[in-house]
């Protein structure tokens, strides 16, 4: 038997959940997960740091107006703050200045940037080798983000307000007849007026399932190690450390070890992503010729996809192609910290059309969203 809903979600990772969690307010919803648990993929294996200064000029829009959400969330959403201040140092090497100069001009209000000096650098971060740094700089407003919190004050406010979660159901059948959106996923079939395709690095294939054009989403790997720190470090006040001429980065994980990344982003199929040897292989030289650290071991690796469009913003909105159908979709590395506005930003456009108030005012557009815009995939 078919069962109707307002809205079906395809893909329980945070922006799926978000976004469940904001249109089930008022509409009976059902999200749909293809694994054994939310959150598997992506949202499972992020870097978690808040960092208002990353991604092109419509995500740092967005991460902004999404601040307030992670300062003050709803009554009940979390049981602990969902952020904590962390703060940055970016280390630049003789020939690094320009990349240097573009980093320092990033300050403004919400996120402020000062120079300092190697010495400072290596005092807060005592592991660094002075050699190589020509010049470094302090992000103030760089946060460590509680992931799992955040996506679970999700899910479970989407339980609270009726709605229904399935997982292990794939989703294998779409088609749109008498204005609702038929959807067979294993043994759950539904039917809703509105789809909302928040597949992360599936999106496509899922746009595919309902007879509509990809808008080109790459997913793309990303690699991080988890090392431990010699006997009687202390990294608790550390702030992260990155590299401004190529994104390699660390902060510090779980007492006495350093999660490090190369903020790599190497284009893979829709999978679930296994770190390269290659790639860790680098990312432990890098770390070595960056600090004092001797890596014997490693405690843990693993790897994650960011997916991402031509132009590097998120695919957000009604697709023009198909009534109903709506794109959540292309948050690259930035999804954690977009969700919410871009959950809000959803449901403002699926009740009027328009994005709400405060994102407008941050700079948040529509049309820089929208599906079929300009430069994406076209629309054969």
Not at 186 to 198: F, K, T
Not at 223 to 237: E, F, K, M
Request: with cysteine; glycine share 10%; net charge negative.
């Amino acid at each position: 038997m078919t069962r109707p809903f307002d809205a079906i979600v395809t893909g329980a990772g945070i922006s799926g959940a978000a976004a469940a969690y904001e249109l089930a307010s008022g509409r009976r919803v059902l999200m749909l997960e293809a694994e054994s648990r939310p959150g598997y993929h992506s949202t499972g294996r992020s870097a978690a740091l808040y960092t208002p200064n990353y991604g092109n000029d419509v995500v740092r829009a967005l991460i902004l107006a999404g601040r307030p959400f992670l300062d003050r969330p709803p009554a009940g959403f979390a049981e602990h703050p969902m952020v904590k201040p962390r703060g940055a140092i970016a280390i630049a090497g003789p020939s690094e200045s320009e990349t240097f100069e573009e980093r320092l001009a990033l300050s403004g209000p919400g996120h402020e940037i000062h120079e300092i000096t190697p010495e400072e650098a290596i005092r807060q971060v005592p592991i660094l080798r002075r050699e190589g740094i020509a010049r470094a700089l302090f992000e103030i407003d760089i946060e460590d983000m509680d992931v799992a919190a955040i996506h679970q004050g999700f899910l479970t406010g989407f339980r609270r307000r009726g709605g229904e979660l399935v997982c292990d159901a794939r989703v294998d059948r779409i088609e749109r007849r008498q204005g609702r959106w038929q959807i067979r996923a294993g043994e759950v079939a539904a039917a809703a007026p509105i789809l909302i395709n928040a597949a992360g690095a599936w999106a496509d294939e899922i746009a595919a399932l309902a007879g509509l054009p990809p808008v080109g989403l790459v997913p793309k790997r990303r690699t991080a190690i988890l090392v431990d720190l010699p006997p009687g470090s202390d990294p608790a006040r550390w702030p992260a450390l990155d590299d401004c001429s190529n994104e390699h980065y660390f902060r510090p994980d779980s007492g006495t070890r350093l999660m490090v990344s190369p903020g790599d982003e190497t284009p893979s199929p829709p999978c679930d992503a296994q770190p390269d040897e290659m790639d860790v292989a680098h990312l432990v030289d890098w770390l070595e010729r960056t600090t004092t650290l001797q890596v014997r071991r490693l405690a843990h690796q693993w790897a994650g996809l960011r997916s991402f469009v031509a132009d590097y913003s998120p695919v957000v909105g009604a697709d023009p192609l198909a009534e109903g159908f709506y794109w959540l979709a292309g948050q690259g590395g930035y999804g954690i910290m977009l969700a919410e506005p871009l959950a809000r930003g959803l449901k403002g456009l699926i009740e009027s059309g328009e994005l709400p108030a405060d994102l407008l005012r941050h700079g948040a557009t529509a049309a820089a969203l929208a599906p079929r815009r300009a430069g994406l995939a076209p629309a054969t």
